[in-house]
């Protein structure tokens, strides 16, 4: 199998914003695409109800899904709660299982929260600057744990693919909850 030939080129981040452009693909994920993520249903229901906020959005410059490639994105978690339950992406495995991924925190403080199926668990704070590392093997969920909008840059092979199915179906050990004396990871 062969790689795609692309030819070379360079994007513009903004660094304070989180912005990729140009991007070929924005995805928006509202509150109603995230049932079953959150503890509070009731809570959930009443702000899908309420308007259905924007959580998070995901801009992207689209290259093959191959091996070889490399996808970069870009990805903006709003701030909020739903019953004190931070607001976080879906969270996945890699479909391909032995693939990785880099993190590099743009805007604002948040958590990776990692989990393997054979049930260990980790979490990692971000910030402006942390560099973070998901290795194989890995499922992964990213939380605002702020007051602002938390950006984050993604880079990962073209052939990793994206398993929300596994935690859709037996959710992720650990939740954040916005507390008084700031974030608590709950398992």
């Known amino acids: 199998m062969s790689t795609t030939l692309l030819a070379p080129f360079a994007l513009s981040l903004d660094l304070d914003s989180g912005a990729l452009e140009p991007h070929t693909t924005r ?15 009731a809570a959930f229901a009443a702000l899908v109800a ?59 403080r948040g958590c990776l929260l990692l989990a393997t199926e054979d049930g260990e668990h980790a979490e990692l704070p971000m910030e402006r600057g942390t560099l973070a590392y998901v290795p194989p093997r890995w499922a992964h969920r990213t939380v605002n744990t702020g007051d602002v909008p938390f950006a984050f840059l993604a880079v990962y092979p073209g052939q990793a693919g994206h398993d929300y199915g596994a935690i859709e179906s037996k959710g992720f050990p650990q939740r954040v909850f916005g507390t008084s004396g700031g974030p608590e990871v709950r398992t």
Not at 27 to 41: K, T, Y
Not at 57 to 73: F, M
């Open 27 to 41: 995805i928006e994920r509202r509150l109603s695409s995230l049932g079953g993520a959150f503890a509070d249903d």
């Open 50 to 108: 309420a308007g259905d906020p924007l959580v998070y959005a995901v801009e992207q410059y689209d290259v093959p899904e191959e091996t070889g490639q490399l996808i970069c994105c870009t990805t903006v978690i709003e701030p909020g709660t739903v019953g004190g339950e931070l607001y976080m992406t879906k969270g996945h495995f890699h479909a391909d299982r032995d693939t990785g991924e880099v993190y590099v925190g743009l805007r604002g």
